[in-house]
C-alpha cells in the first residue's frame, strides 16, 4: 500500500508517528493534496496538521473532504516535536468552532463574511482576561465594542 510520495514536514511526523504506533510502510496509504491523507490497512483515517502559533488551518476543500470521515484522527504538531501535541476526532469538530481543546481553528474560505485579524500574544492574552468562560473572541470583542459605544 504504502506510496513513496512526496509529504510535507508535517505529514512525514505523523507518518513516522504511525510506524512508531506499530504500522507497517505497507499499511499505510498516503494520498497527496487530499483529506484525510493517510488511511491505514486496518480502515483508520488520519490527517496531520501544524500548529501555526496557537492555530491550525482547515481550507473548505478539505473541511468538505474530511466531513465524509467524520472518525479521522486529526493529528497536530508542533515545529519542532515529533509527537502530536493534540489528537482528535473530526467529528469533534466538524460543527466548525473557532477553538477546540486551546487550540484555535482557522476555516479558512468556508465563512466569507468571516475575516482573520492577528495580534499580538500580549493583546491575545489582555483579550481573553476580558473574556467570560466560553466566550470566542468574536462576542468578546463585540461585547467590548458595545460596551465603549454605550459610553462614548
Known sequence: MYQAQK??????????????QGYKKED??????????F????????EARRLYGAQII??????QQLKHHPKAL??????????PFAK???EEISSLPKSYKGIDINWVSLQ???????????TKER??????????????INRLLDKVKKNG
Not at 482547515?58 to 473541511?63: A, G, I, L, V
Open 127 to 140: 483579550l481573553q482576561a476580558f473574556g467570560k468562560m466560553g466566550e470566542d473572541f468574536d462576542k468578546l
Open 58 to 63: 482547515f481550507y473548505s476543500t478539505q473541511y
Open 7 to 20: 509529504m510535507n514536514k508535517t505529514q512525514e511526523k505523523a507518518f513516522q508517528w504511525l510506524l512508531n
Open 28 to 37: 499505510i496509504s498516503i494520498r497527496q493534496n487530499a483529506s484525510p491523507a
Open 112 to 122: 466569507q463574511d468571516i475575516g482573520t485579524i492577528r495580534v499580538s500574544k500580549k
Open 74 to 83: 486529526i493529528l497536530v504538531f508542533r515545529e519542532n516535536e515529533e509527537e
Open 88 to 90: 482528535f476526532r473530526f
Open 39 to 46: 488511511t491505514a490497512s486496518d480502515g483508520k483515517k488520519f
